[in-house]
T-cell receptor, first 116, second 112 residues
Framework: GAVVSQHPSRVICKSGTSVKIECRSLDFQATTMFWYRQFPKQSLMLMAT?????????EQGVEKDKFLINHASLTLSTLTVTSAHPEDSSFYIC????????????FGPGTRLTVT | KQEVTQIPAALSVPEGENLVLNCSFT??????LQWFRQDPGKGLTSLLL?????REQTSGRLNASLDKSSGRSTLYIAASQPGDSATYLC???????????FGSGTRLLVRP
């Protein structure tokens, strides 16, 4: 089956620093990748849609200057949380959509970000 | 605006019981509907995907149905096991946008 990886799985950073999270599709080409955020005991909220070679499309209320998304290749998208603050602490999950039958989205294992 | 609701929010059952999880959505213009499983602190595992033209999908002890016109889907789990304990999420993919809109999930506990 399709595999999506995320790195790192956990990261702790100090307030004011930037953190980069990578999302990779390991065995398929992902024309579209999505970034979600999940607070404890809540559901996933879509942050942005990322298409290879073009600018990301952000959902309403998501600061594009704070959450920088780059989709440089068909297998890699990165999310950079700039000038992180404690309220940015959350579980970030990416998904990738390829050109397979039924166009399923395949999810990464998530990245737990803690900002101190 | 599409809204996805899951009922119940939490469910505790004894091992071996058959159970039904419910999902409803407000806009029937969907591309597909997916059921996912999420273990604590982990990512999502796709269980079943139902295309908008389909009415059900089955995988092992799981059966998912879709009634697009009424905006409802159910996930049926047969002969539940403690290993089925997890949060089950329903999500609809909006027509043409590829965006997934998630419900708030049902936390399932299967007691030995």
């Amino acid at each position: 089956g399709a595999v999506v990886s995320q790195h790192p799985s956990r990261v702790i950073c100090k307030s004011g620093t930037s953190v980069k999270i990578e999302c990779r599709s390991l065995d398929f080409q992902a024309t579209t990748m999505f970034w979600y955020r999940q607070f404890p005991k809540q559901s996933l909220m879509l942050m942005a849609t990322s298409n290879e070679g073009s600018k990301a499309t952000y959902e309403q209320g998501v600061e594009k200057d704070k959450f920088l998304i780059n989709h440089a290749s068909l297998t890699l998208s990165t999310l950079t949380v700039t000038s992180a603050h404690p309220e940015d602490s959350s579980f970030y999950i990416c998904s990738a959509r390829g050109e397979r039958e039924y166009y399923e989205q395949y999810f990464g294992p998530g990245t737990r970000l803690t900002v101190t | 605006k599409q809204e996805v609701t899951q009922i119940p929010a939490a469910l505790s059952v004894p091992e071996g019981e058959n159970l039904v999880l419910n999902c409803s959505f407000t806009d029937s213009a969907i591309y597909n509907l997916q059921w996912f499983r999420q273990d604590p602190g982990k990512g999502l595992t796709s269980l079943l995907l139902i295309q908008s033209s389909q009415r059900e999908q089955t995988s092992g002890r799981l059966n998912a149905s879709l009634d697009k016109s009424s905006g409802r889907s159910t996930l049926y789990i047969a002969a539940s096991q403690p290993g089925d304990s997890a949060t089950y999420l329903c999500a609809v993919e909006e027509d043409s946008s590829y965006k997934l809109i998630f419900g708030s999930g049902t936390r399932l506990l299967v007691r030995p």
